[in-house]
């Protein structure tokens, strides 16, 4: 209970916020976009993590507002960022849990975002978690084909604990998937594996 109170004035003193963990091209070093990392400025405890909150943000439904509020701070930025950098392309992304994306409003929500801002969706990913769950759950499916259909890109995050969720991918389209450091490490010691991932 106490908490749900704490995070309840959070949201209240605006003391969520988001940061930004550099994507980087290899082959360049260049940065070539960020993904977005919500973090809350607790008064007392500092900066706290997802893990020490979003569960119960889950349980109490504020995982859709933090959710809607992520996004439109996602655009706020890029415009930002591409304001300033006008001939660099650069991508953002941000994780939506599976309870985000069963909520029916979620699309209605991000339209209504959209209109108060010019922004150039292609340029935004969308990552999915837990993906092993989308095979099983329309409105999963629903929402992200209508997201997909305002410009979005769909990217799955932490991809590749297990090799069967492979065929889970035929079910819905994908832009981008985020390969597990420990999947490709393990991957090294097997033929098979290593085609996969090529």
């Given at each position: 209970?106490?908490?749900?109170?704490?995070?309840?004035?959070?949201?209240?003193?605006?003391?969520?916020?988001?940061?930004?963990?550099?994507m980087?091209?290899?082959?360049?070093?260049?940065?070539?976009?960020?993904?977005?990392?919500?973090?809350?400025?607790?008064?007392?405890?500092?900066?706290?993590?997802?893990?020490?909150?979003?569960?119960?943000?889950?349980?109490?439904?504020?995982?859709?507002?933090?959710?809607?509020?992520?996004?439109?701070?996602?655009?706020?930025?890029?415009?930002?960022?591409?304001?300033q950098?006008?001939?660099?392309?650069?991508?953002?992304?941000?994780?939506?849990?599976?309870?985000?994306?069963?909520?029916?409003?979620?699309?209605?929500?991000?339209?209504?975002?959209?209109?108060?801002?010019?922004?150039?969706?292609?340029?935004?990913y969308?990552?999915?978690?837990?993906?092993?769950?989308?095979?099983?759950?329309?409105?999963?499916?629903?929402?992200?084909?209508?997201?997909?259909?305002?410009?979005?890109?769909?990217?799955?995050?932490?991809?590749?604990?297990?090799?069967?969720?492979?065929?889970?991918?035929?079910?819905?389209?994908?832009?981008m998937?985020?390969?597990?450091?420990?999947?490709?490490?393990?991957?090294?010691?097997?033929?098979?594996?290593?085609?996969?991932?090529?």
């Open positions: 209970y106490k908490s749900y109170i704490e995070i309840k004035n959070a949201i209240e003193n605006k003391e969520f916020t988001l940061y930004y963990q550099p980087v091209n290899l082959e360049n070093l260049e940065v070539f976009g960020a993904e977005s990392l919500l973090r809350w400025n607790h008064k007392v405890r500092g900066v706290l993590p997802p893990s020490k909150f979003l569960d119960i943000m889950e349980h109490t439904g504020d995982i859709n507002w933090v959710g809607f509020w992520a996004i439109e701070q996602l655009i706020k930025q890029i415009n930002q960022w591409k304001g950098y006008p001939d660099r392309k650069f991508i953002l992304s941000m994780n939506f849990s599976p309870k985000q994306l069963m909520n029916p409003a979620l699309p209605e929500e991000i339209r209504r975002i959209l209109k108060r801002h010019k922004i150039d969706t292609k340029d935004i969308l990552e999915i978690v837990d993906f092993a769950l989308f095979d099983i759950v329309d409105e999963v499916k629903s929402n992200l084909d209508k997201i997909r259909n305002m410009g979005f890109k769909i990217a799955i995050d932490n991809y590749g604990l297990e090799f069967s969720s492979l065929n889970r991918l035929n079910s819905i389209s994908i832009d998937i985020k390969l597990n450091r420990k999947f490709i490490q393990k991957a090294q010691e097997n033929d098979m594996s290593l085609e996969i991932i090529k």
